[in-house]
């Protein structure tokens, strides 16, 4: 009896940590899902201005807003910063995804763990009730 | 063609979607509604500012100078003037600026504006998405509230299977799992279709409404009709052959997705209780089925149409309703109620013929198709009605007893 309780105790203290390390995971998947919408958001906004850059004359003047300073910059360098930029932006994305990917198949295998656990209790506490 | 068996199925609703669960749906789904709808309203401001500053940056260029009243700090003005009006430090995006005329600033300007536009349509689709799925929701609540039982009824046949409706009862096309993922996508298109070719096989149906009772669920012409290749005047057939062959078509329109669905529902239908289907008869009332089936099947299909999401089939289904007659009280019990379970949703009403024949002579069963087509002709924006509605248009027929059981 005793010794059953005490593994029905392990059992339990083993489903809260497993529960807070899916809490846990969730926060993250969470978070990549924020940062993701930042950088599509980014992206979408950099392709437009990479769209208004080819449809400028040569002798344009193009500015860049660094700070409280606005600096003149040379068509070809800004077109040249802002493809740079999305090159950046997209490969930052497939990280993203990457590791989403990842953290989505920790969390189902952790909830699939937590299931397990439960059934054990569940059958335990059959047991002890039976007994 | 063997007996088919008819073996059914009497499931609560309320087990089927706890009304708790259902209620927590309908209100996520309320609240990504509302946020979209928040959205939506930012960017119609976002577009009106727009057009507002094209319109100033139009007016500027009259004049040489502008003689204005400059903001300075928080809360003062100077009088000064505004010069070289032709000149504009546009913004380009990510801190990218650019010098230009007030002409290339307009171009800009509507360029933004364009994109914008097509933003909010983008969204305003999103919208009616989830007020489809919210109705349906609501629907569902309402159902489980009223302790609505579905009953599945299986044929086994040779080559086909239907599943007939109880007229009390919603029809629910068997839901299948994986459809529902697969379907989502090409669904919202089918549905569409379907929905038309719903209202066609109504018309349809109401010019033959003059055939007579059957109870034959339109289940099994709802599949075949759900393709929208059904064109040919699939109404017209009478032959079970001929009906047969329409469910064929339409499941080989079917979308794959709703194809795995189609089998499903046939093993579903296994249950058939004793009745024996009726699949090789009256040529009269195939007529009706014909067109009552084809009804079905549109609403059916719709469902599958839906991305996985209960509403649509439920509304479908509901319009399917229509096709349950009652054969008898035992029949009644037998009703099969293709529904699709909630989180399957899409999937394919199997046409589930209802052994009409054999009871037709012997019971006396209430007509339901033409009760349904009525209720079909509501279509589906009444879905949620439908059930109330069969119910309703059961008064024309002799009185079933699902008409008495039915508040």
């Known amino acids: 009896m005793s010794s059953s309780s005490t593994a029905l105790r392990e059992l339990q203290r083993d489903l809260e940590n497993k529960a807070n390390d899916l809490s846990k995971l969730q926060k993250d998947i969470a978070k990549n899902h924020q940062v993701r919408k930042k950088y599509t958001i980014q992206l979408g906004e950099n392709e437009l201005v990479l769209k208004e850059l ?53 969390q189902h295998s952790k909830r699939e763990a937590i299931l397990k656990v439960q059934q054990r209790i569940q059958s335990h506490q059959a047991g002890k009730a039976k007994a | 063609m063997g007996k088919p068996e008819v073996k059914g199925t009497v499931t609560s609703l309320s087990s089927m979607f706890p009304p708790e669960e259902v209620q927590k749906a309908a209100k996520m789904v309320e609240g ?130 239907r599943a007939s409706q109880s007229g009390p009862v919603e029809l629910e096309s068997p839901s299948v799992a994986e459809a529902d993922n697969k379907v989502s996508s090409s669904e919202d298109d089918e549905y569409a279709r379907l929905m038309s070719r719903l209202e066609e096989l109504e018309k ?68 058939s209780k004793g009745k024996d289907p009726m699949n090789e008869e009256m040529p009269t009332k195939y007529n009706h089925q014909g067109l009552t089936n084809q009804l079905a099947c549109t609403g059916l299909t719709a469902e599958p149409v839906t991305k996985g999401e209960i509403s649509h089939s439920r509304i479908i289904h509901q319009d399917t309703k229509m096709l349950n007659p009652p054969v008898n009280a035992s029949v009644r019990s037998e009703k099969a109620r293709s529904k699709q379970n909630v989180h399957d949703s899409s999937r394919n009403e199997k046409p589930v013929q209802t052994p009409k024949s054999e009871f037709d002579s012997s019971k006396a069963f209430t007509g339901s198709i033409i009760e349904h087509t009525e209720n079909l002709e509501k279509k589906l924006p009444e879905q949620k009605t439908t059930s109330s509605q069969s119910s309703d248009s059961k008064p024309s027929k002799p009185v079933s007893r699902f008409k008495m059981q039915r508040k």
Do not use: W
Request: glycine share 4%; hydrophobic share 35%.
């Open chain 1, 54 to 106: 080819d449809l400028l004359n040569e002798d344009a003047n193009v500015y860049k807003l660094i700070g409280p300073v606005l600096v003149k910059q040379d068509l070809a360098e800004a077109n040249a910063n802002v493809r740079k930029r999305i090159e950046y932006i997209s490969a930052e994305l497939k990280r993203l995804d990457g590791s989403l990917q990842d953290l989505e198949e920790k």
């Open chain 2, 32 to 161: 990504k509604l509302s946020e979209k709808q928040n959205e939506m309203n930012q960017l119609k401001e976002f577009i009106a500012d727009n057009a507002s500053l094209i319109n100033l940056v139009q007016k500027l260029p009259d004049e040489l100078h502008h003689d204005i009243m400059v903001p300075f700090g928080k809360a003062a003005f100077f009088p000064g003037r505004l010069i070289h009006t032709n000149e504009f430090l546009v913004l380009l995006g990510e801190s990218y600026y650019a010098d230009r005329t007030a002409k290339q600033t307009v171009e800009i300007l509507k360029r933004r504006g364009k994109s914008l536009v097509s933003k909010v349509d983008a969204l305003k689709a999103g919208i009616q998405d989830l007020k489809a799925e919210a109705s349906f929701f609501d629907s569902t609540a309402s159902e489980v509230a009223e302790d609505l039982v579905e009953i599945r009824e299986y044929e086994e046949d040779n080559s086909t299977e």
């Open chain 2, 204 to 271: 349809e149906e109401l010019a033959a409404e003059d055939d007579g009772e059957n109870d034959e669920d339109e289940d099994a012409n709802a599949n075949a009709a759900e393709t929208e290749t059904e064109t040919d005047g699939d109404e017209d057939e009478l032959t079970e052959a001929a009906f047969h062959r329409k469910k064929d078509e339409g499941y080989s329109s079917l979308d794959h997705g709703q194809r795995s669905l189609e089998s499903q529902p046939r093993k579903q239908l296994q249950q």
